[in-house]
């Protein structure tokens, strides 16, 4: 069975999604140099609320990953594997340029403390891991599980992600833009892509599990 590269965006529901990102991205910058924030579970920091942009923005690249109609999908001899991966890859660029075009939108004519260089390129390194987890994550499960891996990557770097001293511990993306943390979002984010491409998809017989 042919399926037309417009049904499968649809059932992807990318229109939604890509307006949903755009609209997160707005709404974040909006605040981004403000001091909300959410403490480690022993106290010892906080993360910036505004942090959270590129989780949510991986979280979003989750819900892309599956089609509406998986068992469709199943019977399909159209090359699924590589229409999903260019489908999260557009999804992917898209959202970065969203972010870079925007910082300097909000930094040239609303922000009085604009976005800083360390701030944009934590922001970059962030999306991108999670962009990555989110798309493994969709490869790996269906229905309510396809958020488990980026929740858990959430919990682990706000729970967990800091020394005693206050500095972030290399596993919390969220806050660090080091060599070893764009070492780490690239290979996520490449893992990513390879998932969507060679790995088989079960979302029809995991729809109802």
Known sequence: MEIPPITFFRTRRIKFI???????IIGFASFYTHSYSIPAFDYSWETPLSYLLGPILGCLCALAVNSQAPCMETLAVAPIGLFRAL??????????LLIVL??????TFILEVPITHKQFITLIFATLAFQGI?????AL?????????PA??????????????TSPRPFHILVTHSPASLIISVLLWVSGLLALKFLKLNACENLYK
């Open 134 to 138: 989110g798309m493994i994550s969709g």
């Open 141 to 149: 499960f269906a229905s309510h599980k396809i958020l488990l891996m």
């Open 87 to 96: 489908t999260l890859l557009s999804l992917c660029l898209y959202q970065i």
């Open 18 to 24: 890509a307006f949903l990102s755009f609209a997160f």
């Open 102 to 107: 925007i910082r300097f939108i909000a930094n």
């Open 152 to 165: 858990i990557a959430i919990f682990m770097c706000i729970g967990f992600g800091f020394n005693t001293d």
